[in-house]
């Protein structure tokens, strides 16, 4: 019903910046929120940053400063501007969305991942 389509990963070098982007598409209602979590090897998958439709965001204390989620609504796309990057940041950056689905309700969804990757 919702499919999410991730771009902007890559190779990056410390203190460096990289910029994802991801496009919700699909036969939906309304997405509600939309964010990144990221998983990096032998982690358990955490919480980047969201955006409420409404506007109010939230970040993972770790990216707090250094990374700003921005949301274009009439394009269903929100971007995610990632600068200051280090080690810790190496990950794969998976978007995710809430959206309201006729029949089906609320339900979440997941991109396939952008990896990225922070050199010393």
């Known amino acids: 019903q919702v499919q999410l389509v991730e771009s902007g990963g890559g190779l990056v070098q410390a203190g460096g910046s990289l910029r994802l982007s991801c496009a919700a598409s699909g036969n939906f209602v309304s997405i509600n929120a939309m964010g990144w979590d990221r998983q990096a090897p032998g982690k358990q998958r955490e919480l980047v940053a969201g955006v409420m439709s409404g506007g109010r965001r939230n970040y993972a204390d770790s990216v707090r400063g250094r990374f700003a989620i921005s949301r274009d609504s009439a394009l269903n796309t929100i971007f995610l501007q990632m600068n200051s990057l280090n080690a810790g940041d190496t990950a794969v950056y998976y978007c995710?969305?809430?959206?309201?689905?006729?029949?089906?309700?609320?339900?979440?969804?997941w991109g396939q991942g952008t990896q990225v990757t922070v050199s010393a």
């Open positions: 995710n969305a809430e959206a309201t689905v006729r029949l089906l309700g609320s339900r979440e969804y």
